[in-house]
């Protein structure tokens, strides 16, 4: 299953070395990437492509048959290059847009929602937990100033705005970066719908499976590290009890890298989207009756 169908470059990739007994079932919560992935069926009809979103994929795997079946899970967290590149979605300031930012379009919440209704403790907390903004508290307070006299509705106003709080652009990343970042997280609850997915790829995955996630800065990845390490621990008893009691054979995964994994040189030369991202995979082990 790809959970994160997305522009499909890891569906070929993972249909190209797959026999015609294999099966792939893409997911995606963006309309726009299940188009895509339609297409790509016309080459592989062993492709199965649903507009679903990846918090979904326990309730995918009953219906289609195959829950407990699951020989590999994959969610790539980035946001989709033809996201960032069509200026309607509002998640890019390279270009000036509506200040959308919603994976799923069928949805109403905007980032333009936020800044515009937002009290401003909520968009302090945003701007900080989500994005690590060091100026959060200043950011936020000047976006609630502002909204008063001229609402937030593009995404190059409200990136002048950080700007200016900035004192101007100083060097390779924008400083309005984090913000958006922030903003997305909040639109699409990126954070939350993360956990719950967890949960439910660990329960369709069958034994010996695989479950790997490819996040894109450390709020992610801290959530996913946190949970292949609590599942791969034998002993679940309480850190404060003296001695163990739980009968210390309560694994249920393998973590598979020690270490998280970063593009090589070679990957980074070819794909500069890449240099942020982090990989982590573990292998489902059987439970003891």
Not at 96 to 123: F, I
Request: net charge positive; aromatic share 6%.
């Amino acid at each position: 299953m790809d959970c994160t169908f997305g522009g499909g470059g890891h569906a070929k990739e993972i249909l190209g070395k797959m026999d015609n007994r294999g099966c792939l079932i893409a997911l995606d919560r963006d309309v726009e990437a299940v188009s895509r992935g339609l297409e790509l069926k016309k080459e592989h009809p062993n492709l199965k492509v649903l507009h679903r979103n990846f918090t979904e994929v326990k309730d995918v795997a009953n219906e289609e048959g195959v829950f407990g079946k699951v020989n590999g899970i994959l969610a790539d967290l980035g946001t989709s290059m033809f996201q960032l590149k069509n200026p309607e979605r509002g998640f890019s300031f390279s270009t000036d847009g509506p200040l959308d930012m919603r994976m799923d379009t069928s949805t109403d919440l905007t980032a333009a929602d936020v800044l515009n209704t937002y009290p401003e403790e909520e968009l302090i907390r945003i701007f900080r937990d989500y994005g690590e903004e060091r100026h959060a508290r200043r950011i936020a307070r000047e976006v609630v100033a502002r909204r008063k006299r001229n609402p937030y509705r593009n995404t190059l106003a409200f990136a002048r705005l950080i700007e200016d709080i900035y004192g101007g652009r100083r060097g390779r990343i924008h400083p309005a970066t984090l913000c958006f970042q922030a903003l997305r997280i909040a639109v699409n609850e990126e954070l939350e719908v993360l956990s719950r997915f967890l949960d439910c790829a660990l329960e369709v995955l069958a034994v010996n499976g695989r479950l790997v996630v490819i996040s894109f800065h450390s709020l992610e990845d801290r959530i996913v590290k946190n949970f292949f390490r609590n599942k791969s621990r034998n002993c679940i008893c309480p850190p404060s009890q003296a001695r163990c009691t739980c009968g210390g054979d309560n694994a249920q995964v393998r973590v598979l890298t020690r270490k998280v994994v970063r593009p090589s040189q070679w990957e980074l030369d070819r794909n500069p989207a890449s240099r942020s991202s982090r990989l982590r995979a573990a292998e489902k082990l059987e439970i003891p009756s």
